[in-house]
């Protein structure tokens, strides 16, 4: 028996969200990308260093950041800090995704506002999880985000309603 359900109403269409791939190692690129792409859940982009994941970023702001730790020119705490000290992409969640695995690499990835740390070589379903973790968890505080901002300005409205009509009050 086939159950169908109706759409809900005023439910918006989900656009796929974007993931930014970080990592100079060629072969780590050509093992992600199918993992994340056989979803059909997300959009992917790649940069080979920080330095490139910074100006990509401009172009295109992706909802996760998958981040190596060392990678020539800017590596991955250096790039996290920079990414996590501007307004614009402070708020997306970065996954460490490094063969480095020593509790000093895992405190530091936290330090500078890693939100999750994987180990290489990783396990697919276990990276996927965590991955919609946090995708799940970014989506929840930009809505959130996005009331609080609606909440204020039916604040003002309301307090400029609110002058005018203390304003009128006392004109009677």
């Known amino acids: 028996m086939a159950i169908h359900s109706k759409p809900a109403i005023g439910k918006m269409n989900i656009k796929k969200q974007r993931i930014l791939i970080v990592d100079d190692t060629v072969t780590n690129i050509q ?5 994340l792409m056989g979803t059909g859940k997300y959009e992917i982009n790649i940069a080979n260093n920080g330095r490139q994941a910074l100006d990509l970023m401009k172009k ?3 909802d996760l950041v998958l981040l190596d730790i060392m990678m020539p020119e800017l ?6 800090k920079i990414m996590k000290a501007d307004d614009n992409y402070k708020d997306i969640p970065v996954i460490f995704l490094t063969a480095k695995n020593e509790v000093e690499d895992l405190v530091e990835a936290f330090e500078v506002g890693g939100a999750d740390y994987v180990k290489k070589p990783f396990n697919a379903t276990e990276l996927m999880s965590r991955v919609k973790t946090q995708l799940e968890l970014k ?3 930009d809505l959130i985000k996005s009331h609080v901002k609606a909440l204020a300005e039916t604040e003002e409205e309301l307090r400029q309603k ?3 009509m203390e304003s009128e009050l006392e004109r009677a």
Do not use: A, D, F
């Open 31 to 35: 093992v992600l990308v199918p993992i």
């Open 60 to 62: 295109v702001k992706p």
């Open 75 to 80: 590596n991955g705490y250096e790039t996290c």
């Open 139 to 141: 989506l929840s505080y």
């Open 162 to 164: 609110l002058t005018q």
